[in-house]
């Protein structure tokens, strides 16, 4: 192996051919089995997506009523899982808290079901991943706020679930249709760190539980997921600060410190316009009714974008405008980075489905770079 085949950070490097998804820039696409995920957002609902990233086809009606049913029945936690979350001390981040469920979740599968790595059971088991993942996340954040559990109401539907876990009333219809939004955009996203995360344990034909618990320790972190949380963070750190006239010199300021900016900057889309938060920050005038603070934020939020593409060229990505929605939508913000975890999972499971059902172990080399001929006195 030759210095010239290193790659930092893997940058530009192929992990392994797939068929669900595709960040295509030249057409400034993200291609979903086969789709526009910018179009599937605005026409079809996250659940029709979901079936879609995990079946490969849009479902018709029927399929669709089917898998929201089975969403349904799947979506009650062993009592154990409730008496786990109870049982973390109160400091525990949210995040973590929904990795230890979600691992938690693969003891209560049969050892034979828990190891069978087989299309079909990978599916039954991400089916009950998706269906339990926001009661745990929603619950985690109550038991460490030391609020009564709110179970999943089988009256709801999935999104509506998700807001009524959160604030413990019923949702209204935009707010409802606001989250759909996000979650489509959050569904799947080529090869993130958390979907390489999990395909590499996968690879080692070890269980989807075990894959899907890996991805959550990875999204967890602010270069990925966590930058949803902190570029809300940031926002109200600089309306406290003083508000929209003090944006500038917040950033510059950052800049001063070589701090980076959490929501803009990507891997991929380096100096271009994420998709996603290009249709997003559309939408943000529509709810900054919610709440009192709204417009000011929109305003930081509008000269912060100015500053850093005046100052570094770098776009804001979807943890950009996807972190204001949440707050303006009420949503607690340590739920903001388990909700995204709660989002990708069809993505996460549709990547382990096909990691093992073509599966190479991942096990890459390093370039060595220290001593050699030691010798053990
Ligand atoms: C996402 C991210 C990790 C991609 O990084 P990457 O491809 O590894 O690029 P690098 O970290 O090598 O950054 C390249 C340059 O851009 C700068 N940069 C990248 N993102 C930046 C940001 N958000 N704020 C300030 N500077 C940034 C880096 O400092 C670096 O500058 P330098 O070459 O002068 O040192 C990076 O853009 C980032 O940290 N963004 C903020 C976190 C975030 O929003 N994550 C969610 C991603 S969807």
Known sequence: ??????????????AAPSTVSYLDLEKEEIVVRGYDLIELAQKRSYLETAYLVIHGHLPDERETMAFGERLKEESALPKGAYSVLEALPRQTNAMDA?????????????????????????????????????????????????????????????????????HGKQPDQESTEALDLIFTCYIEHEMP????????????????????????ASLKGPLHGGANEAAAMMLLDI??????????????????????????????????????AYLLKDYIPKFTHKKPEGEELYAIYRTVEEVMFRETKLYPNADYPIGFLLYLLDIPIPLFTPLFLCARIPGLVAHVVEQHADNRLFRPRVLYQGPRGLHPA
Not at 1 to 14: Q, R
């Open 193 to 216: 760190n958390s979907t390489f995360a999990a395909r590499v344990i996968a690879s080692t034909l070890s269980d989807i539980y075990g894959a899907i618990t890996g991805a959550v």
């Open 239 to 276: 309306l406290k600060q003083g508000g929209p006239s003090k944006a500038e010199e917040y950033i510059m300021d950052m800049r001063s410190r070589h701090e980076r900016v959490m929501g803009f900057g990507h891997r991929v889309y380096m100096r271009r316009y994420d998709p996603r």
């Open 98 to 166: 929904l990795r230890t469920g979600i691992s938690l979740l693969a003891s209560y599968e049969s050892p034979e079901v828990l190891q069978d790595n087989s299309t079909a059971a990978n599916l039954i088991k991400g089916l009950r991943i998706m269906a339990k993942g926001p009661v745990l996340a929603c619950n985690a954040y109550h038991a460490m706020k030391g609020q009564p559990f709110v179970p999943a109401d089988p009256k709801l539907g999935f999104i509506e679930n998700v807001l009524w876990m959160v």
């Open 1 to 14: 192996m030759t210095n010239a085949e290193y790659s930092p950070g893997l940058e530009g490097v192929i």
